[in-house]
């Protein structure tokens, strides 16, 4: 029987464990199908406090994760593929087949960003090939950039990009937006913000990082090589919450529902959720360790109010 387990890593899951462990919950971590988050699959983190000469995204994780080991906390490998939350002690199945039982649950599965399905994508992620312009966008100044989307995210993070770049096109296969009236005017009206409209990205060149890329338009078949040498996905991310559909409350995408606010409580008592799988707003490093944080902190507290 364990006091507490955590179900997924990345800043949000290590900072749970980390305040759970120093708070003798002798918590179990279990790291999900990518062991530390969507960090991993990054190259130098810049705006993490402590680090001002910036550190690689797998060290800060692997740094994470050794300082919650540090108190005890303790680490499987595997996924959570079905959960019994309808009564206490909670049921989780790993891998399908191992079963454990839980006094309450962290839920830091995170959120995945969503990439337009165009060849070599993600070998190239970190080198020229992002889905977060906030985290990334620094590393492109006077750079030829492209962003593709036509929601609200596709807006913003141009808008956010012409701060860096030389100039900022945004590509979308058609040519009608999803954002809204105010966002794409806001974009319009941005000199540095171009336009590429029924069009697709087909090709990305370059062997190590991204150096251009080819674009056909979908109207007339056309194809063009340009010398764009950053590419941002704007197109959403998915939470990872597929295994509890039907248990805990979610949005129509499927964010988990916090409904306290500034709380890491469900709607079921004893689980708790923080990070991406939560936070469609920020998506951030260090707001996903802040809500693990917190996390942690209710977890302790509601376990010493219901001990038995």
């Given amino acids: 029987m364990e006091k507490v387990i955590i179900i997924g890593s990345g800043p949000a899951g290590y900072t749970a464990a980390l305040y759970a462990s120093r708070a ?34 797998p060290q800060l994780m692997e740094n994470m994760k050794q300082q919650a080991a540090r108190f005890g906390t303790r680490y499987k490998n595997g996924m959570v593929t079905k959960v019994d939350f309808s009564k206490r002690p909670f049921k989780l199945w790993v891998d399908e087949t191992e079963l454990i039982e839980t006094e309450s649950v ?22 020229g090939v992002s889905a ?8 492109f100044k006077n750079q030829e950039i492209a962003v593709v989307g036509g929601g609200d995210s596709a807006m913003e993070e141009a808008n956010f990009l012409t701060k860096f770049g030389k100039s900022v096109t945004i590509i ?6 999803k954002a809204s009236k105010i966002m794409l005017e806001r974009a319009k009206a941005n000199p540095k ?13 370059g062997k190590d990082t991204l150096t251009g890329m080819k674009v056909k338009n979908v109207k ?5 090589q340009y010398p764009f040498t950053g590419l941002f996905f704007a197109i959403g991310h998915t939470p990872n919450t597929g295994i509890f559909k039907g248990i805990l409350d979610m949005d129509e995408v499927g964010y988990l529902k916090l409904p306290v606010p500034n709380r890491t409580i ?27 944080c917190q996390a942690a902190i209710e977890a302790e507290r509601w376990l010493s109010e219901h001990e038995k």
């Fill in 24 to 57: 003798n919950l002798s918590p179990l971590l279990i790291d999900g199908s990518q062991p530390g988050g969507q960090l991993t699959t990054t190259t130098e983190v810049e705006n993490f406090p402590g680090f001002p000469e910036g550190i690689m995204g």
């Fill in 106 to 127: 962290i839920i830091a599965t995170g959120a995945s960003a969503k990439y337009g399905g165009v060849p070599r994508e993600h070998e190239l992620i970190g080198r």
């Fill in 132 to 139: 977060c312009a906030t985290c990334d966008g620094f590393f």
């Fill in 172 to 177: 979308h296969r058609r040519e009608e937006f």
């Fill in 193 to 205: 913000i171009h336009w590429m409209m029924n069009s697709v990205i087909t090709e990305l060149e």
């Fill in 220 to 224: 007339t078949n056309e194809e063009k």
């Fill in 266 to 292: 469900t709607n079921i008592p004893g689980v708790f959720a923080a990070g991406d799988v939560a936070d469609h707003y920020y998506r951030q490093a260090i707001s996903a360790a802040g809500m693990g």
